[in-house]
């Protein structure tokens, strides 16, 4: 096992780039979110999903905690065939004081629609929208949808005033969008300024002022929040939670998470081209003690895709190593002493589980005879390269709800012939059949049998190994109000108050 490229942990805070200091005037607060900004806040990249967590933009359809569809810019909803009539909520303003009406909502979609990578949440179903009077919009679908209004619940697809639109360039978020929190600097993936928005349809935000700071390292997070720079920060690591818990001025929340880390597979290449060298790694590993042990019981073991956190993921327990059996797929597949399988695992130390996970299935390997070579790097460079298919392995953190809280989501992008995420780059005419019938099955019960199939069908084909199922973690320090979101769906921020 080679460490090429270790983890190097930045203990300088940001203080400097930031302005220092947590905000205390005017009922200010400052926070540490560990995911900057991919493309600028570009709405055709994920960005829009990361407007909505911070409040400043929202889609049509809100979600409530269980990821059910309720009421956001639209008050109601109808099917018809293949079209969704959406009414818009009435008396409603953009932050620069432009109404919202369907004009505005038919431009914002539009522009997202025509994009050349359009948001996965609406990519691939024909959607087209239209004004039907001022304030309400069809939605039509190649063929009826029974999704639609979860999908337009999607940051991915948040409206911002027609003004955003109209430069021709990237449309941005400073001023333009709807949401308890207005968007007034933007300073590139360091962070961002936020301020109330008074003139909020709905419950106002609970701070005047949110100084918004990407801080990629973990243990620079803590940091922040143990020096009182940050009052609020989110992803923290494992190690720090002892002694988070102990501190009384410290209120640390650990919580479930539809998400899933996953050893992906490049099934494009040798040697994983091969079912019996995947089968053979996912033999190798002991899931259990990846959880329970490396990672002391702040994750669960994961046996197939889906977790616990939905009624219909896998509770029973992985099987344990098997090291005999992983040699003995290996021999079958032309590996073994005299000719060692070599191959090199990625990851990047954002979440900051994942640097830990890597080492110890390095090492889970090397006892099958498997030599790996750990590299630790910036997702953002290496996410081009495992889509292209120039990889060997992927330690990667996945929320099996991306995009909207529908599991099709995932299975299409991720696993489908023509997914936009396949990473694994697995294609299976059979697993496409049965992901396409979620288009036409609206029954919730039918909808998760067939999650569990294609959970099981991705376990038959050994299309990478499911880890563990992470909780997530976070801390206020002079700041209250946090509301964990086991989807990562919701607005996070506009709850967030000072301390007294």
């Not at 991915?156 to 400073?174: F, N, R, V």
């Not at 007034?184 to 100084?211: C, F, H, M, Q």
């Not at 939670?241 to 501190?247: I, M, V, Y």
């Not at 091969?274 to 190798?284: E, F, G, I, L, M």
Request: charged share 15%; net charge negative; proline share 10%.
């Amino acid at each position: 096992m080679r460490l090429l490229a270790p983890l190097v942990v930045v203990l300088a805070l940001l203080v400097s780039a930031c302005g220092g200091g947590a905000p205390s005037s005017g009922g200010g607060i400052a926070v540490a979110l560990q995911f900057p900004p991919r493309a600028g806040y570009a709405f055709d990249a994920d960005d829009g999903a990361l407007l909505t967590k911070l409040g400043v933009a929202e889609p049509l359809v809100a979600l409530d905690r269980q990821g059910d569809p309720v009421p956001g810019l639209a008050t109601s909803w109808t099917q018809e065939g293949s079209s969704w009539r959406f009414v818009l909520r009435e008396g409603v303003t953009f932050h620069d004081g432009a109404p919202v009406d369907a004009n505005a909502v038919v431009t914002a979609l539009t522009y997202v629609l025509g994009r050349p990578a359009p948001p996965r949440a609406i990519k691939g179903i024909g959607l087209q929208v239209a004004a039907e009077g001022p304030m309400t919009v069809r939605a039509t679908t190649t063929a009826p949808d029974p999704v639609l209004p979860l999908r337009l619940s999607s940051g991915t697809t948040s409206i911002l005033s027609p003004a955003a639109y109209a430069t021709g360039q990237q449309p941005s978020p400073i001023g333009t969008a709807t949401g308890p929190l207005r968007m007034t600097e933007i300073r590139g993936t360091e962070g961002a300024t936020l301020e109330r928005n008074d003139g909020y349809w709905g419950p106002k935000a609970a701070s005047a002022r949110v100084d918004v700071r990407y801080v990629t390292d973990p243990q620079t997070r803590e940091l922040a929040l143990r020096s009182g720079d940050v009052g609020f920060a989110e992803g923290l690591p494992e190690t720090s939670k002892a002694g988070l818990q102990a501190d009384p001025s410290v209120t640390f929340t650990e919580f479930p998470s539809a998400r899933t880390i996953l050893l992906q597979l490049n099934q494009s290449a040798p040697p994983f081209a091969d079912v019996r060298v995947r089968k053979a790694v996912t033999t190798a590993l002991d899931r259990n003690v990846l959880a329970n042990q490396v990672l002391g019981g702040s994750a669960l073991p994961a046996s197939d895709l889906f977790g616990p956190a939905v009624p219909y993921g896998a509770t029973q327990a992985p099987p344990a190593a098997d090291v005999p059996g992983a040699q003995a797929l290996l021999a079958q597949a032309g590996f073994g002493p005299a000719n060692p399988l070599r191959v090199r695992l990625w990851t990047f130390p954002n979440r900051p589980e994942l640097p830990v996970l890597a080492q110890a299935i390095a090492s889970q390997l090397q006892a099958a005879g498997v030599d790996t070579e750990i590299t630790v790097g910036q997702y953002d460079a290496q996410e081009p390269e495992v889509l292209a298919g120039r990889y060997d392995m992927f330690l990667n953190s996945r929320s099996y709800l991306s995009d909207y809280p529908d599991a099709a989501s995932t299975l299409s992008s991720d696993y489908t012939c023509g997914g936009s995420y396949a990473i694994d780059r697995y294609c299976s005419p059979a697993f496409d059949a049965l992901v396409a019938q979620l288009g036409i099955v609206t029954d919730p019960a039918a909808r998760a049998q067939l999650y569990r199939q294609a959970a099981g069908m991705l376990t038959t084909d050994a299309v990478g190994v499911p880890i563990v199922h992470p909780r997530n973690t976070a801390a206020e320090k002079g700041v209250t109000g946090f509301v964990p979101d086991p989807l990562d769906l919701r607005p996070v921020l506009p709850v967030l108050a000072p301390a007294g």
